[in-house]
């Protein structure tokens, strides 16, 4: 978001750093390719969509689109840069009542993942990323895409980690390692939900919290 008015054009918001009308143009232009290769990678699945049809749906040129994005997969990793950093912006600001329960805390952190993840990409465009990272385990579209789940990792490490404050006498031994299997567990269980069409975030969920509440049953406090 910019921080001043983007019809600004005068020296203080040139000194602010406001970028120039070029600039805007050009992001506004990515944000357009960006969202026709959505829609059409969740309409007709990432290997029928052809770059010309997302040009056409961007109302750019196909040379245009090869500019901004050299690959449909660098497209696919820009349409998941997004969603990460929706989903950061949003479990950055989340902060479980004193008073919450700490499986259902740490099921509804997990939660924002799942529903942040499906909001923009279909299931079966997840399916294509989770395939690629079989198929070209040491591309640079696997690389960075690993970088982001560490990222994730590292989020929910930190808001596990002040599970104590939240919830007075959490045992904290080895909670960096036991966040780090749940949310293996987490992921494992996103990618059954992605392979199947017909199961829904809800069940999704309380297959979550049912197992979390005996994983975590050697670090919350004894009666």
Known sequence: MF??????????????GEPGLRERQKLARSERI????????????????????IARGAEVSTPTV???FKTKDELLLA?????????RKRVSAFSPAASADPVESICEFLEMYTRQSLESISRQTWRHVESTRIRM????????????????????????????????GLNVAGLETVAGVVFNH???????????????IDEHVD??????????TAVLPTA
């Open 79 to 87: 349409l998941v840069l997004q969603v990460h950093y929706r989903t």
């Open 186 to 200: 987490w992921s494992a269980l996103f990618i059954e939900l992605i392979r199947d069409d017909t199961a829904t």
């Open 137 to 168: 385990p040491g591309s640079n579209f696997v690389k960075r895409y690993d970088a982001l789940s560490d990222e994730m990792l590292v989020d929910f490490r930190d808001f596990v980690a002040g599970l104590p404050d939240a919830v007075p």
């Open 207 to 216: 297959r979550l919290q049912e197992d979390l509440q005996v994983v975590l």
């Open 66 to 68: 090869f500019n901004y």
């Open 3 to 16: 921080s001043h008015s983007i019809t600004g054009q005068g020296p203080d918001a040139k000194a602010a």
């Open 34 to 53: 960006l969202a026709a290769a959505g829609e059409l990678f969740n309409s007709q699945g990432f290997e029928h969509a052809t770059m010309a049809a």
